[in-house]
């Protein structure tokens, strides 16, 4: 949030005349025609020399004539090479105004090539920095409420990211990334994520095995060469008196004057649940040091994460209808949590190797470890009377190890330029689950859920061998290359392939039993094409498959194991549409697409009465989307979407024609910020939207229906001055009208309730 006056400090700290000089120059660079497509003004600076005081003429002989042409020639200085930190701070006044006005910048780990959207033959939609910063979204599907087509999966009792895109995804299905490498913590979404990016339809060549529905891409705050920080402090409360706090720290700046960067992030928070009990506590330190070499990049960043949240599974249907109590009311006990830890190291070196070639490699270890106490309901009677087991997991741990490689660059054969990416990765996933518990409760303990009397029964220690030790493990190898050659200036044609090798093993119970086995290799093509109108639209239109090896952990009836025979899941999407971005202000996407997703797992009972399972499911998903963020006015900017999304099994013994569960078939979002600019004081922003979701199917069998529902948030933000030093007061109201809503289901017994209202204040001082 920069005006006029917070510029001018930039420059006078760190030298006027040397970020001056450099500013029309990185303008250039960023792509910017004028100081209107930069939207950064910058302040007028004028010299003007002393008069000198006339003296009575005299004679000069040749020596005095030399002496005064030294003087003259000493006295006309160049303007000082700006160091490092003066150039960061310059570059960092043109960013920002760029991201003030919602600027959608993709990052390059996306994509891996860096091209601009325009040049690319796949949708991706970004949510940019300062719009997480405006709405606070508490998780990953609460910021992607600003994409289309996406709508949230089963987030296992609201402890897992989980999101639907283009009607495929589920929790722990490896779509998340940071940087562009995957993650199987379970929440991504924290405070070292500085934007959040989706890249729709199969992503199999770039990232291997994947639903076709595409990948999720947080990107993290990286360190910066100039020295500023900021301290934050936010108060929340619900609707009904619950409360909580919490805080961040965020520094960054140069280590000497060689390049080197660090940046530190610290972030605790301690709230109330909304429902009528429940506590979420919470813990990040974020690291991180960035090497700026004239020819090469090196990052390192850490996350240590902390965490005990309620685990809720939410609300019943009966009979079509959610129960008819408030929507506070939790039908479990109070001691349904999960708590946990997780890490996460990522490094990576890019290293320009001439003007055309660049090579980056990098490594990505994630883990988490976890327990939870998780008492389920298994049926409510016509009264209201529980039945339920008294379940929970102990000893959960998952993991993932990942390394890539690969070179990208530029070449001519036959007067066409060629840009081509071509490398390798490798990846191991573990998902294990050590200890599981089930445990039946009495029938003399009794609940209902209209008269609800809590605290009679304590967590469950009953461990269930054969439902313990479930374990799974994916692991795969893989060698890719992708040709973008340019025909003419406005036509090209992208070209693609990777050769995968996998093997995955799948299944649970002690002693442990194999459910799944397979290894196999396979070849994943892309194509596409590119039509650039002008420099500001372009057509574009792709054809890409994915895969995904069918996988059970649980035992299949007849002691079928999943083997290299069983044809693994295979998405084949084609998708055309048009992209533009209108002076580098106002950028979006029209998407067209239809996917099929052929070789799902079915069982049926044959003539003999014994189950078979085949391959022979299949599903589609048709739609059309629209992405649009920037700046629309001088004060206005906007982010929203549209989404139309059918998607239907097309093949199967039982459920074919159904809808996919938990997919509406329209979403729509619209948030609109109104910037006051120097019109008073300080810098006042206003802003507000709302998001729609349709109907979707509870349940793969369509027995009962979520209904559609409206979510209207706002937020207030002011920025002034106190003892010289920026401070930012912010007003958020989450769910402003207090609707209730259901974001997604498991079950008819397991259906979750969206957040009440939730108000909350900050204060942010910046040093």
């Known amino acids: 949030m920069t005006d006029d006056n917070s510029r001018r400090e930039v420059f006078t700290r760190t030298g006027m005349y040397g970020a001056i000089a450099l500013v ?48 003259q020639r000493r006295s006309v200085q160049p303007p000082p090479t700006p160091t490092r930190a003066e150039r960061a701070a310059a570059e960092a006044v043109v960013l920002n105004a760029a991201k003030l006005n919602y600027r959608a910048m993709p990052s390059a780990t996306t994509l891996r090539t860096g091209a601009s959207p325009l040049d690319t033959a796949q949708s991706v939609n970004v949510v940019p920095s300062q719009v997480l910063k405006d709405q606070l979204p508490r998780n990953i599907d609460d910021a992607l409420a600003n994409i289309s087509g996406v709508t949230q999966a089963n987030t296992l009792a609201g402890t897992q990211d989980a999101v639907m895109r283009r009607g495929f995804g589920d929790n722990r299905d490896g779509s998340i990334m940071r940087n562009g490498l995957p993650l199987v913590q379970s929440r991504s979404l924290n405070a070292a994520v500085d934007s959040v990016e989706v890249l729709k339809g199969p992503a199999s060549l770039l990232y291997g095995i994947m639903d076709p529905g595409g990948i999720v891409n947080t990107i993290s705050k990286r360190p910066e060469l100039y020295q500023h920080g900021s301290v934050t402090l936010l108060g929340s409360a619900y609707a009904n008196n619950r409360t909580g706090a919490d805080g961040m720290l965020d520094v960054t700046g140069p280590i000497g004057d060689g390049g080197l960067a660090y940046r530190f992030i610290g972030y605790g928070v301690s709230e109330d649940y909304w429902r009528n009990f429940g506590r979420h506590r919470e813990m990040l330190v974020a690291p991180s040091l960035a090497w700026y070499g004239d020819t090469t990049t090196v990052q390192l960043n850490y996350e240590h994460r902390e965490f005990i949240t309620p685990f809720d599974r939410g609300t019943a249907f009966i009979n079509g209808a959610p129960l ?40 990505s270890y994630n883990t988490e470890s976890s327990s939870s106490n998780q008492l389920r309901i298994t049926a409510i009677d016509a009264k209201g009377n529980e039945t339920r087991s008294n379940d929970g997991t102990w000893g959960a741990l998952s993991r993932v190890s990942y390394g890539t490689s690969y070179v990208q660059g530029a070449f001519w054969i036959g007067g066409l330029r060629n840009e081509v990416l071509f490398g390798g990765d490798a990846q191991y996933r573990t998902i294990y689950r050590q200890d599981l518990i089930r445990q039946t409760v009495p029938k003399s303990i009794s609940f209902n859920v209209y008269n609800p009397v809590y605290g009679l029964i304590q967590p469950g220690t009953t461990i269930s061998a054969s439902d313990s030790e479930q374990t799974d493990k994916l692991g795969q190898y893989s060698l890719f290359v992708q040709d973008t050659l340019h025909v003419t200036d406005k036509l090209s044609f992208v070209g693609g392939v990777r050769y995968m090798d996998y093997e995955q093993l799948a299944g649970r119970g002690r002693p442990f039993k194999a459910n799944t086995d397979v290894a196999a290799d396979t070849v994943l093509p892309l194509g596409g094409a590119i039509l650039k109108l002008t420099e500001q639209f372009s057509l574009y239109a792709s054809y890409t498959k994915s895969l995904k090896p069918n996988s059970m952990i649980a035992p299949l009836s007849g002691g079928v194991v999943l083997g290299s025979n069983i044809a693994p899941e295979q998405g084949t999407a084609w998708e055309t549409g048009f992209k533009f971005d209108l002076d580098k202000r106002l950028s979006g996407t029209v998407a067209f697409y239809d996917i099929d997703k052929q070789n799902v797992l079915v069982s049926q009972t044959n003539a003999s009465n014994v189950v078979e399972y085949t391959t022979a499911g299949k599903v589609r998903s048709r739609g059309a989307e629209v992405d649009v963020t920037g700046k629309i006015a001088e004060h206005w900017t906007m982010i929203g979407s549209y989404g139309y999304t059918d998607a239907r099994v097309t093949d199967d013994p039982v459920y074919r024609g159904n809808r996919l569960q938990n997919v509406a078939l329209n979403t729509a979002s619209l948030y609109l910020v109104y910037d006051f600019g120097t019109a008073l004081p300080g810098q006042l922003r206003l802003g507000g939207g709302a998001r729609y979701v349709g109907d979707r199917a509870g349940d793969a069998a369509n027995s009962f229906v979520l209904p559609s529902y409206v979510v209207a948030d706002m937020f207030a933000s002011y920025e002034t001055r106190h003892q010289n030093l920026p401070v930012i007061y912010q007003l958020n109201v989450k769910n402003l009208f207090d609707n209730v809503y259901y974001p997604s289901a498991v079950s008819a017994l397991n259906v979750a309730v969206g957040d009440a209202r939730r108000v909350s204040l900050s204060a942010t001082v910046k040093f």
Not at 25 to 41: K, R
């Open 24 to 71: 029309s120059a990185l303008t250039a660079d960023l792509g910017c025609s004028s100081p209107a497509n930069a939207q950064v003004t910058l302040p007028p600076v004028t010299v003007d020399a002393p008069a000198a005081k006339r003296k009575p003429t005299v004679a000069a002989g040749p020596a005095q004539r030399q002496a005064r042409v030294a003087q």
């Open 324 to 363: 008819a109590i408030p929507a506070t009311r939790r039908l479990d006990e109070p001691y349904n949590n999960t708590w946990g830890q997780s890490d996460l190291v990522q490094a990576s070196v890019e290293q320009k190797l001439n003007e055309d070639w660049k090579l980056t490699a990098a490594y």
